[in-house]
C-alpha cells in the first residue's frame, strides 16, 4: 500500500481512469502507484509527479487508437440493430417514422416562413447604422406614428448632426407609364431618389459610377429586370425611356436586382432633384409625403428622440405635438406600425406565434413517438434486461436506444424534406412567398435542419433511453414490474395528456383565427363593396380622368363609375371649424371624390346631402363622416363653415362611417 504523502497528482489518477479500458483500470492505478512510491525515494516528490504525468500521456495515443476503433465497431453494432429493430417492427417504424416526418415537415415549412421574414434587410452591408426618419402626431388623444416626412429633413440632418454621416430620400411613384419606341407599359416600382442610396444600401450598380449616375435631372437607373425587359441584351446605357406622358430619360446605369427581402424595391429610379421641374420645393419642412433615411457612424450612439424632436419643432413650430424618431433598418418590415411607410407589410407577433406553433407540432410529434415507445416497453424491456444479463452497461443501452431515436428522425427527415419539396410551391401562393429550399448555399438552414432532426431524435428518444435503460434484469426477466411499471404507466399519462392538451389548444387557436378572418370577409364596411372594382389610373390617364370614366360607363357591364383620390390625410386647428382660439388640433384621412361616389360604393347619408352637379359651389364644400363629427365635436355642423386644407367652404352633409382602412388595425 502507498503511503498517502506519496500519493500521485490526483488530477493525472482521475484521468488515467478515465482514460483506462474498462476491466484495466485498478491494475493501471495500482501498478503506477507502486513505481510512483519508489520514484518519489529515489528522485523526490516533484520529480515523481512529473514522471507519472508523463506516464499518463504517453497513455493517451493508445487510448485514443483503442476508443476510437471500440467505438466505430459499437457504432456498426448499433446501427446493424436500429436496421433489423426497424425491419422486424415494419408497422410501428412506419407510423413513427411518418408521425415524425409529418411534425418535422410542418416545422420545416414555418421555420423557413420565419426565416425569411427575420432575415429583411439584413444583406446591407450597414445595416446596423441605417434608421428610418419618423414623425408621430396625436390624433384624437393616440400617438400615430407616421414613416412620411418633409423633404427638408433628410439634408438638414445630415447638416447639422455630427451622427449623421449621410441621408436618402425617396418617393414612390404609381402606376408610372414607361416606354420605349412606342411601346408602353406600366411600372410599379418608380422612385425619385437621392443618389446617395447606393452608398447608403448595399444596392451595387452593374453599369454607372454611383456618385455621379443621376447627376443628371433627366438621367435614370435601372434594375437589370427592367434592363432585360425594355432593352433585351443590348447595352442600355446612353439610350432614353420615355417615363409619363411625355418625358424623355437618359439611362445613365443599371441597378443590380434588389433581393427579395428587402423592404425597399424599385426598377427604376430618377433623380429626386426631378422634383423641381413639377414644380415640388425639396427643401421644404411642410407637406409629409416622401421617406427619409439616414445612415449614422458606427461608432456613435442612437439620436435622442427628444434632441430630434426640439430640432424638428425648431423648425416647424406650428406643429406642438409632432415628435421626431429613428427606426432602425432591420425593424422596418416587422416592427413598424407607421402609416404612409414603404415595406412594413410585416409583424414581429405573427413571428413569434408561428414559431410557438411550429415547437408545439413538433413537440406533439415526439410526443406521439414516445407513447409508442411506451407501449412497445414490455418488448424492449426483456430485451434490456437480457442485455444486462451478459454484461451491458446502462450507458451502453442508452447509446443504443438514442442511437435509434436519431437514426428514425434522420431517416423523418428525409422524408419530410420530400413533402416540403412537394407542398412548398403551394405554401408559398399561400403565404405570398417565393421562398426556396436551397440547402447547397444556405449553411444556416442545413445546420438548423441537423438540429431539428438531432432535437427530434433526443426528446423522442428520451424516455425508451433513459427509462427502460434503468430496468432491474432480475425483476424484469421475472416479469415483474414493481415501481418501474407504476411509473412508466404514469409517465404514458402525463405524455397523453400533454399530447392532447397541446392539441386542443392548437384546434381552439385554429377555430378563433378561422372566426376572426370569417368576421373580416363577412363585416359589414359600410358600403357595397360586391362587384366593386379599383382600377389605379396612371398619370397620363388622370390627365382625362373624365373621358375615361365616359368610355368605361359605354360598357354595358359597368352599373356605375366614379373618380375618386387615393387616401390622404391633414390636420387642422379647431379655430378653423369652431371660430375660437384653436386649443386642439386633428388629424383627419379625406378623399377627393366626385358626384357619383356615393351611389357607386352604396352608402347612406346620416344628415344633409351628398355633392351634387346642380350646386356649382359643391367644388368648395365638404361631407364628413360620423366620426370625423364626433373628432371636432361639432354639433348640428350641416350648413356651417369649415376651412380644411386651406379651403374654405360648407359642411352640405354627414355621410355614415365606412372602412377605409384594413382591419387588422
Not at 420545416?108 to 444583406?123: A, C, K, M, P
Not at 432602425?328 to 415595406?343: E, F, M, T, V, Y
Request: hydrophobic share 45%; aromatic share 12%.
Amino acid at each position: 500500500m502507498v503511503h498517502k504523502s506519496f500519493r500521485p497528482p490526483r488530477f493525472a489518477e482521475w484521468l488515467l481512469g478515465r482514460l483506462a479500458r474498462t476491466g484495466e483500470e485498478y491494475s493501471a492505478k495500482g501498478d503506477l502507484e507502486e513505481e510512483f512510491a519508489d520514484v518519489v525515494e529515489e528522485k523526490g516528490r516533484w520529480l515523481a509527479a512529473v514522471w507519472y504525468w508523463f506516464q499518463v500521456l504517453i497513455y493517451l495515443p493508445s487510448f485514443f487508437k483503442t476508443s476510437t476503433y471500440w467505438s466505430l465497431i459499437m457504432f456498426k453494432n448499433y446501427l446493424k440493430v436500429a436496421f433489423r429493430n426497424i425491419k422486424k417492427h415494419k408497422g410501428y417504424s412506419i407510423i413513427n417514422i411518418a408521425g415524425l416526418a409529418a411534425g418535422m415537415a410542418v416545422c420545416i415549412l414555418i421555420l423557413l416562413w420565419v426565416q425569411d421574414e427575420t432575415s429583411y434587410d439584413r444583406f446591407n452591408v450597414h445595416a446596423d447604422h441605417i434608421y428610418r426618419v419618423c414623425l408621430s402626431d396625436l390624433w384624437s388623444g393616440n400617438r400615430v406614428k407616421f414613416s412620411s416626412t418633409p423633404t427638408g429633413i433628410g439634408p438638414a440632418l445630415k447638416q447639422d448632426f455630427f451622427e449623421v454621416v449621410d441621408s436618402a430620400r425617396l418617393y414612390r411613384m404609381r402606376q408610372i407609364l414607361v416606354g420605349l419606341e412606342g411601346k408602353r407599359m406600366v411600372e410599379e416600382y418608380v422612385y425619385l431618389v437621392d443618389p446617395s442610396i447606393f452608398e447608403i444600401f448595399s444596392f451595387p450598380l452593374i453599369k454607372g459610377d454611383p456618385r455621379k449616375v443621376l447627376d443628371d435631372p433627366l438621367s435614370v437607373v435601372i434594375s437589370e429586370r427592367a434592363a432585360v425587359k425594355y432593352f433585351g441584351n443590348s447595352d442600355p446605357v446612353g439610350k432614353t425611356l420615355t417615363i409619363g406622358s411625355s418625358t424623355d430619360f437618359m439611362v445613365t446605369g443599371v441597378l443590380k436586382d434588389i433581393p427579395k427581402n428587402s423592404h425597399l424595391r424599385f426598377d427604376i429610379c430618377l433623380p429626386f432633384t426631378y422634383l423641381k421641374d413639377l414644380g415640388i420645393d425639396i427643401q421644404q419642412w411642410t407637406g409629409w409625403a416622401y421617406n427619409t433615411y439616414v445612415l449614422l457612424h458606427p461608432e456613435s450612439p442612437v439620436i435622442p428622440d427628444e434632441r430630434l424632436t426640439e430640432y424638428y419643432q425648431s423648425h416647424v413650430s406650428s406643429f406642438e405635438n409632432v415628435q421626431m424618431h429613428l427606426l432602425p433598418l432591420k425593424d422596418i418590415h416587422l416592427r413598424s406600425a407607421a402609416i404612409g411607410g414603404i415595406g412594413a407589410d410585416g409583424d414581429i407577433k405573427y413571428v413569434y406565434v408561428f414559431s410557438l406553433i411550429a415547437f408545439f407540432v413538433l413537440l406533439i410529434a415526439c410526443i406521439n413517438f414516445m407513447n409508442l415507445s411506451t407501449a412497445k416497453s414490455g418488448i424492449r424491456a426483456k430485451e434490456v434486461g437480457m442485455r444486462k444479463v451478459v454484461g451491458a452497461r446502462r450507458q451502453d443501452i442508452v447509446r443504443q436506444f438514442f442511437g435509434e431515436s436519431i437514426l428514425q428522425a434522420f431517416i423523418s427527415l428525409f422524408f419530410a424534406l420530400v413533402l416540403v419539396k412537394t407542398f412548398l410551391p403551394l405554401f408559398n401562393q399561400i403565404a405570398a412567398k417565393e421562398i426556396s429550399l436551397d440547402l447547397e448555399s444556405n449553411l444556416f438552414l442545413y445546420l438548423g435542419l441537423m438540429g431539428i432532426a438531432a432535437f427530434t431524435g433526443i426528446v423522442s428518444g428520451s424516455y425508451p433511453a433513459l427509462f427502460l435503460s434503468s430496468f432491474h434484469p432480475v425483476a424484469v426477466l421475472k416479469g415483474s414490474g414493481g415501481t418501474k411499471a407504476r411509473a412508466r404507466s404514469v409517465f404514458r399519462k402525463v405524455l397523453v395528456i400533454t399530447q392532447f392538451s397541446l392539441t386542443i389548444v392548437m384546434i381552439i387557436g385554429t377555430i378563433v383565427i378561422y372566426n376572426q378572418l370569417r368576421f373580416m370577409r363577412d363585416k359589414k364596411l359600410g358600403f357595397d363593396q360586391d362587384h366593386l372594382v379599383a382600377v389605379t389610373l396612371t398619370r397620363s390617364l388622370m390627365e382625362n380622368c373624365d373621358a375615361f370614366k365616359q368610355e368605361v360607363l359605354r360598357n354595358s357591364g359597368v352599373l356605375e363609375a366614379t373618380l375618386t383620390s387615393g387616401r390622404q390625410f391633414h390636420s387642422t386647428p379647431s379655430d378653423l371649424w369652431r371660430g375660437e382660439t384653436a386649443d386642439k388640433n386633428v388629424r383627419l384621412f379625406f378623399n377627393y371624390v366626385d358626384e357619383d361616389y356615393l351611389e357607386t360604393f352604396g352608402m347612406e347619408m346620416a344628415a344633409g346631402r351628398f355633392f351634387s352637379r346642380k350646386f356649382s359651389e359643391d367644388k368648395n364644400n365638404f361631407v364628413l363622416n360620423e366620426t370625423a363629427v364626433k373628432a371636432m365635436e361639432l354639433e348640428d355642423p350641416v350648413g356651417k363653415p369649415l376651412t380644411f386644407n386651406r379651403r374654405k367652404g360648407t359642411v352640405i352633409g354627414i355621410v355614415k362611417d365606412f372602412h377605409f382602412e384594413t382591419l387588422n388595425r
